[in-house]
T-cell receptor
Framework: AQSVTQLDSQVPVFEEAPVELRCNYSSSVSVYLFWYVQYPNQGLQLLLKYLSGSTLVKGINGFEAEFNKSQTSFHLRKPSVHISDTAEYFC???????????FGKGTSLLVTP | DSGVTQTPKHLITATGQRVTLRCSPRSGDLSVYWYQQSLDQGLQFLIQYYNGEERAKGNILERFSAQQFPDLHSELNLSSLELGDSALYFCASARDFGTEAFFGQGTRLTVV
């Protein structure tokens, strides 16, 4: 079975600073990896996904993530955050892009002025 | 707006009761997923339907059941409710295998 560990439950950061949200996965088979964002009182929105190909994946809102197979990681980065990026971020893994997602516990990103 | 509609948005009910949560997927989406989000368990996959057939089961309790109807909408039935069933229940839909799943805004269930 696939599982996901998000190493930080909360990440406080100042506006315009860079941020990295860490995600490690475990799986005995090839996986598909996703990052979702959840704004307060809303559903989940897909930020980006890795299915195959280039290990650097660019998503919406200026986010990107790098798939590192040897380190079984899929960390999310943004070079300069905005107040509006304050939200809960979830890393997820699936054994196939049509299969259900296994989510991590989430990382709460808090951006302050 | 993801195009996935969940009703009701909020539901308060007593222990021991039964409720039904409804999900209307995006037009043309064949696959529906149900997830439960709670503070202690996080986001957990419950069950998936594809074109009316159950495709995968996750951590779904025996007290819970779901179905997908010919018009592709889905219902999640929760019975003999316990305080611990209080959570946000999400539905997601996808066009087909290999395509992105879009999430609804969830139904917040409070069991008192």
């Amino acid at each position: 079975a696939q599982s996901v560990t998000q190493l930080d439950s909360q990440v406080p950061v100042f506006e315009e600073a860079p941020v990295e949200l860490r995600c490690n996965y475990s799986s005995s088979v090839s996986v598909y990896l996703f990052w979702y964002v959840q704004y307060p009182n809303q559903g989940l929105q897909l930020l980006l996904k890795y299915l195959s190909g280039s290990t650097l994946v660019k998503g919406i809102n200026g986010f990107e993530a790098e798939f590192n197979k040897s380190q079984t990681s899929f960390h999310l980065r943004k070079p300069s955050v905005h107040i509006s990026d304050t939200a809960e971020y979830f890393c997820a893994v699936s054994k196939d892009s049509g299969y259900a997602l296994n989510f991590g516990k989430g990382t709460s990103l808090l951006v302050t002025p | 707006d993801s195009g996935v509609t969940q009703t009701p948005k909020h539901l308060i009910t007593a222990t021991g009761q039964r409720v039904t949560l409804r999900c209307s997927p995006r037009s043309g989406d064949l696959s529906v997923y149900w997830y439960q989000q709670s503070l202690d368990q996080g986001l957990q996959f419950l069950i998936q339907y594809y074109n009316g057939e159950e495709r995968a089961k996750g951590n779904i309790l025996e007290r819970f059941s779901a179905q997908q109807f010919p018009d592709l909408h889905s219902e999640l039935n929760l019975s003999s409710l316990e305080l611990g069933d209080s959570a946000l229940y999400f539905c997601a839909s996808a066009r087909d295998f290999g395509t992105e799943a879009f999430f609804g805004q969830g139904t917040r269930l409070t069991v008192v």
